[in-house]
């Protein structure tokens, strides 16, 4: 299914619109004597159809509240707040405040924060369960933003995030083409792409297109969570040497012997000479429940590695 999107003067029927028409991003930073600042990448999704595509995407209902990271300037709030019961906005950028009043003043259902959401605790911004989280995310730091909502106490309800076609693409890989960051997502929902999104539809356009990521998450962890710090170890173990069998992967990650970390392997049904990106999560699974059994003692009849 070819999910693009592609110049269009009419918006697709869905949520509600937002008051004002569609957002000015280059006036509105001219009024303000502001520039996209690079080092935060700072790339603001202008394209209406793309930021009606996203709110789509997330099933937003009126009793929904939505956590946003990144508002900028304000585009993908508006049609956020035009559909939820309630938007925290989280912005790193504090100059940005200035067009965000401007833009948002009308809509009392949005509360701005200024800070570093990866320093915030999300239960604190979103006291009650059933949120959303809802983002045209800066794309350096997709992976360390991901593991911050999804480990959090309270994890949202869903996810709907705007990230790198590229970084999409492996975060909903299958097995044979599956990764740490793609594992690290897996384990606690599924993920789907709902759309991609051309440079063209920033300002200024980046240099990659990007691609929006819905993430629905499990009521529970899809490894049980007695076993999710062992499992987190040996995933970070099996990819730390790419291009290598597991074997010598998981060898080198735990700095065990060779000859151990396959009696490990073999214990858990898993030929040694497989590579980590052709294991299914099930089999990271396996793994996990192998090795906590007897984690330092795996091989019992083996030298100490």
């Known amino acids: 299914m070819d999910h693009s999107l592609k110049p269009s003067r009419t918006n697709p029927p869905g949520p509600p619109l937002p008051p004002g028409g569609p957002l000015d991003v280059p006036g509105l930073l001219r009024r303000h004597h502001l520039r996209p600042d690079k080092g935060l990448g700072q790339n603001f999704l202008l394209d209406e159809t793309a ?16 956590l946003e990271i990144g508002p900028g300037l304000g585009s ?19 100059d940005l ?9 009308g809509m009392p259902n949005v509360h701005l924060v200024q800070g570093d959401i990866l320093a915030l605790n999300p239960v604190e911004l979103m006291p009650a369960p059933g949120y959303l989280v809802v983002a045209n995310i800066p794309y350096y730091i997709t992976s360390a933003l991901l593991r911050h909502l999804l480990e959090t106490e309270r994890p949202p309800l869903r996810m709907v995030l705007t990230v790198q076609r590229e970084v999409a693409q492996r975060i909903c890989a299958l097995p044979g083409d599956l990764s740490l960051l793609a594992l690290s997502v897996q384990v606690y929902g599924r993920p789907s792409i709902a759309a991609h999104i051309p440079a063209g539809a920033f300002y200024p356009p980046p240099k990659v297109d990007s691609a929006v990521v819905r993430i629905d998450l499990f009521d529970t962890p899809a490894i049980p969570v007695a076993l999710l710090e062992d499992f987190f170890q040996l995933i970070k173990a099996g990819f730390s040497q790419k291009r290598k069998t597991l074997r010598n992967s998981i060898s080198g990650g735990l700095k065990w012997s060779p000859a151990r970390a396959a009696e490990l392997l073999s214990a858990a049904g898993i030929d040694p000479q497989r590579r980590a990106e052709t294991l299914s999560l099930s089999e990271w699974g396996q793994l996990t429940q192998a090795y906590q059994l007897n984690p330092n003692d795996t091989a019992s009849s083996l030298p100490p590695a």
């Open 51 to 66: 930021l009606r595509r996203i709110v789509m995407a997330a099933e937003i209902l009126p009793q929904h509240d939505i």
């Open 97 to 105: 405040f200035g067009p965000l009043e401007e833009v948002l003043g």
């Open 76 to 94: 993908l709030t508006r049609h956020l707040a035009a559909a939820a019961r309630q938007v925290v906005a989280v912005e790193l950028d504090s």
